[in-house]
């Protein structure tokens, strides 16, 4: 049944309970007679259903890749999109029988792809009369029962999440998302499912939705003050006696976290990023926990709780579509009520079905008119760049992305009292895939270049702040003896680190010496041909991310802001393309860094 945030928030503010059903309820009467003749029997009573699960979604709904215009494809062959997921959940209908099952998500569910930047901002589901979002279309089309919050759904902005859920049929969960003022909920805690059996009364299945208190971090413009996001520990234990309470047989969460126990961003809040497995360990009455937001793929994890001593069973399917989590429950009927007897998980591959053509058939014109949009022609380029070698060399597509970010900077501060200080950029190689082709440049070249959500700050640093900022930097290579063999494929992404959180700064020279521990690679650190003066003052042109703290780097979040932009680095980079008409690599390309091993160049 279609879910009603209206009346849910009028319950939830008298009772701070809601209930959503699925399935139908058996009478009292019918109820009380299975139960004694249960009772009488010898053996006992079963039950199994099954609940399957997705996330980080982001914004896949075909196995299309916008930036490449063409079917997705990696490595490993795996595919992407809920046309996909929906064929895959059909047959677990089929097998199971439909009303022995449930369908949720862990989060990140509208951001990441064209298609959905496009109705978030060329053709807003916001505007008057506006349309409907492809993912909210596409889930209910599907039948998702409840879907968590996750720390991307913020990105656009409280009115563009408030208007998707409105269109979904289903709820938002989020019991850790609370108003800033009341700190009450400011989205559905959980939701309630009722499965009806063929014996004992039915069976009773909370989902309790968690968010990462990251979102109070990484979208701070849009957050501050609305909303507030405690830990997913704490909120747990507020929740799952009180719906145990309620009558719930099985609790499930969904929690937008991952299972490492670790966070990007050190101290500065007091929760951890990744909480799940705490979740599990600390909090008793949980029975399985969808595990999100980490793009990593766990079929099945196993946590004893500390309380009980029960095992609390985890399970995370890859990213976009790429894989369907199933949380496999066999519950017996003693005692006069269902207690469940085993869980095991499993992930399915999406690349093992075709896509189902009642969803593609669906938003079949949306599909298209994304795909002209981003395929419009927006200038020229002198010479075809690759970000392939961006990891390990300075690279003139990352140098692009630098170069409009600090040109951007400079017109900013233009007439201010900082419009004399030097101007630095850092940027990262997202993706190694992305390229400018020589020739024409399309939209989807250039935005390809930056698939995050990203917008543009000005911080002011000192010579010295920014030292230890590529200091921090350097952890992502590993170690390398002088002399050693290098493999570039082995040389980065120390300690898991990934390629996102490496920085390469521009306007200044200097050695990454890989030889070195880390704390002291930085060598013959230059701006201008002088060695930079631990005092000097220097602007940072800087991404949202970083500034807020995202991946713990230092200074940044502390330093002053000078400046700060509403629209996306993506958009900035396409126009800028537009309004130069060329992209011309000699204006902007230098080799600034490289990586040395005693002063021996690597490459």
């Known amino acids: 049944m279609t879910f009603d945030r209206r009346k849910f928030m009028g319950a939830s503010a008298a009772t701070g309970a809601a209930v ?7 009478t009292p009467a019918a109820a009380a007679q299975q139960e004694q003749e249960g009772a009488r029997g010898r053996e006992p009573r079963t039950y199994a259903f099954t609940v399957m699960g997705t996330t ?79 993912m909210a279309r596409a889930m209910n089309a599907i039948g998702y029962d409840a879907a968590a919050l996750g ?4 990105n656009y902005g409280i009115p563009v999440l408030r208007k998707f859920e409105e269109q979904c049929d289903f709820p938002l969960l989020g019991a850790n998302a609370l108003d800033a003022k009341t700190l009450r909920p400011a989205f559905a805690p959980y939701s309630m499912h009722r499965l009806r059996t063929p014996c004992g009364r039915d069976v009773k299945v909370a989902v309790l939705g968690l968010t990462n208190p990251g979102i109070a971090i990484w979208d701070k413009a849009n957050v501050q003050g609305k909303m507030t996001f405690p830990g997913l520990e704490e909120q747990a234990a507020k929740y799952v006696p009180r719906l145990r309470s309620m009558g719930a047989d099985v609790v499930i ?23 799940a497995a705490l979740v599990a360990e600390q909090v008793a009455g949980i029975d399985a926990i969808l595990v999100g937001h980490a793009h990593t793929e766990i079929p099945e994890y196993r946590v004893r709780n500390g309380a009980t001593g029960k095992d609390v069973v985890l399970s995370e399917p890859l990213k976009w579509g790429q894989r369907l989590t199933l949380f496999d429950f066999e519950l017996v009927w003693e005692r006069g009520r269902w207690s469940v007897s085993k869980v095991a998980a499993q992930v399915l591959n999406s690349n093992t079905v075709a896509e189902d053509r009642k969803i593609t058939r669906l938003l079949s014109d949306e599909h298209r008119k994304v795909v002209a949009y981003v395929n419009q022609v927006i200038g020229t380029s002198t010479q ?16 692009l992305i630098n170069h409009v970010q600090a040109e951007t900077v400079k017109g900013a501060l233009a007439g201010t009292e900082w419009a004399a200080l030097p101007v630095l950029s850092q940027a990262s190689c997202f993706s190694r895939t992305a390229a400018i082709p020589a020739g024409q440049v399309t939209i989807r070249d ?5 698939p995050f959500e990203n917008t543009l700050e ?5 010579g010295a702040q920014v030292k230890d900022y590529l200091e921090y930097s350097a952890r992502y290579y590993v170690r390398t003896a002088p002399g050693a063999p290098v493999d570039p494929a082995a040389l980065t992404n120390a300690e898991g680190i990934p390629d996102y959180n490496y920085d390469a700064v521009y306007g200044l020279t200097y050695d990454v010496d890989v030889a070195q521990p880390v704390g002291s690679r930085i060598v013959g650190l230059s701006f201008e041909g002088r060695a930079v003066d631990p005092g000097a ?33 993506r958009n900035t980079i396409v126009q800028w393309v537009k309004a130069k008409g060329t992209v011309d690599p000699a204006g902007f390309a230098s080799v600034g860094w490289r990586l040395t091993r005693a002063g021996v160049p690597v490459f």
């Open 20 to 26: 959503a059903l699925a399935g139908a309820a058996g």
């Open 56 to 134: 980080d979604l982001h914004g896949n709904v075909f196995n299309w890749d916008y930036f490449t215009d063409k079917e997705f494809d990696d490595k490993a062959h795996n595919d992407v999109g809920l046309a996909k997921i929906s064929t895959l959940v059909e047959r677990v209908r089929a097998e199971k029988g439909r009303r022995n099952t449930l369908l949720i998500d862990a989060g990140d569910t509208i951001q990441g792809t064209q298609l959905s930047y496009y109705y978030a901002k060329v053709d807003p589901i916001t505007a008057r009369r506006g349309p409907v979002h492809p």
């Open 151 to 154: 720390n991307h759904e913020f």
């Open 253 to 275: 969460v969904s929690a937008h976290s991952g299972s490492s126990g670790t966070s990007s961003y050190g101290d500065q809040l007091p929760y951890v990023e990744n909480a």
């Open 384 to 399: 075809a760049m690759s970000s392939a070698e961006g990891p390990v060399k300075d690279v003139p597509v990352i140098d």
């Open 446 to 450: 250039a935005a390809g270049l930056y």
């Open 458 to 462: 000005a911080r002011l640093l000192t």
């Open 537 to 569: 003052r220097f602007v940072l042109a800087v991404n949202n991310y970083r500034a807020s703290g995202g991946g713990n780097f230092p200074h940044v979040p502390q330093a002053r802001q000078l400046w700060a932009d509403s629209d996306e680095i």
